[in-house]
């Protein structure tokens, strides 16, 4: 979800599907499966094929083995890790009035240094799915760490990513390997569903850089040849609608094996939905990623429009557990139907983007700030190097 200028149509058409990750994104967190509403279930699953292990398909997709890790590093520090860190803190002193435990003048009697140490204890621990008892508005900023993970790995990326034969041998066995691994993985969780160990090892690699690295060099490969001289033009008219049905197919196929075999007494869905049906949901993933390289969306003002919402995307992705719950208290709106899932969803994009444009401002010149007392102190050096060199 880190935000990236393109400039081609083709990545603009990318950048629509960053847009149209993060409201799956959001429609997944609105809900859970319900047995007795299948309509909203099937738009669950749907909305699942097209969520977060896309953008790393992106981010590999756009992945530079050339440029430093340095400027990689910078890059996340400013657009991930600050904006991240200082998103926490306003929701913490936010707390009281975004979960309905308090007022809006309960905000404003102090800092609320306990939720400060609840955030610091989450960044600490990596561990997101803790925070107060009944509200918590920071489970998905997992993506976040492991996003951050992954970015300390790009030096072992710039060497699998090389363009060079050895490199892409290197590369095209760690992409064999790891579908060996999947296949693996998915076999040991069928027959041991009940086994802790195989459960929470299983948990801890999908929440840890392992898989998302794995996208990402199946994302940089697929630009390897989308980048080709004459690649894209052969084959972007053939294979954009049947990658679209094939997103759309996988989706319902995961709907209809999900609840018949993956539905508890409680009508909740259970881990096996993510592990026996994963080459299906990899697959749907794909076919929605092709899909969006595919997409043309020309050079003109709906270009323009969609790279100003895809800027935001991050911010939309790290406020909108906080503004749905909020939105949820304020509207009383439920999820049992089609029209107000879809509906509450698109809202709740709505009000996360304008505030994101505004968090979006402050980074821009506080990026500008820094910007400017660089370029400044740049000259100032050199002329003390003048100085300092005989003549």
């Known amino acids: 979800m880190e935000a990236t200028s393109p400039k081609a149509p083709r990545e603009a058409g990318i950048e629509l599907g960053r847009i149209f990750c993060c409201f799956c994104v959001i429609l997944i967190h609105l809900s859970s499966f319900y047995l007795s509403q299948p309509d909203v279930s099937w738009l669950w699953s749907i909305a699942k094929c097209a969520s977060t292990p896309v953008f790393f398909l992106i981010a590999g997709f756009f992945f530079n083995e050339d440029k430093p890790f340095t400027m990689y590093m910078s890059r996340i520090t400013i657009r991930v890790v600050i904006p991240t860190i200082f998103v926490m803190l306003i929701i913490a002193q936010l707390t009281p009035w975004l979960s309905g435990q308090g007022t809006w003048g309960d905000v404003f009697k102090g800092i609320n240094f306990h939720n400060f140490l609840l955030v610091g204890r989450i960044l600490i621990t990596t561990w997101p799915y803790d925070y107060i008892p009944g509200y ?15 970015y300390l790995c790009i030096p072992l990326l710039k060497i699998i990513c090389a363009d060079n034969p050895k490199a892409r041998r290197l590369k095209h066995y760690i992409l064999a390997l790891g579908v060996i691994f999947f296949v693996l993985r998915v076999t040991l969780l069928c027959l041991f569903p009940q086994s802790f160990t195989f459960q929470h090892l299983d948990w801890w690699i999908e929440q840890k850089p392992f898989y998302w690295l794995w996208l990402m060099i199946l994302g940089h490969e697929i630009a390897y040849y989308w980048k080709q001289p004459g690649f894209a033009d052969k084959w972007k008219a053939k294979i954009i609608y049947p990658s679209l049905i094939t997103y759309l197919l996988g989706g319902t196929i995961l ?4 609840m018949a075999f993956n539905v508890d007494d409680k009508g909740l869905i259970n881990q096996l939905y993510f592990n026996r049906e994963f080459f299906i949901y990899l697959a749907a993933q794909l076919g929605m990623f092709m899909f969006f390289v595919c997409l043309d969306p020309g050079k003109g003002l709906i270009s323009k429009i969609i790279l100003f919402v895809a800027d935001k995307t991050f911010y939309i992705y790290i406020i909108h557990e906080a503004v749905y719950h909020k939105l949820v208290e304020v509207t009383g709106i439920t999820f049992y139907s089609k029209l107000n899932y879809l509906g509450f969803g698109v809202l709740t994009f709505v009000v996360c983007l304008v505030i994101s444009i505004f968090l979006k401002k402050i980074e821009k010149t506080i990026i500008s700030y820094f910007s400017t007392r660089k370029v400044k102190k740049a000259p100032l050096e050199s002329k003390e190097d003048e100085v300092k060199t005989p003549s």
């Open 136 to 150: 918590n508005p920071f489970i998905s900023l997992w993506f976040s760490f492991a996003l951050f993970l992954c």
């Open 255 to 258: 709907f209809f094996m999900t």
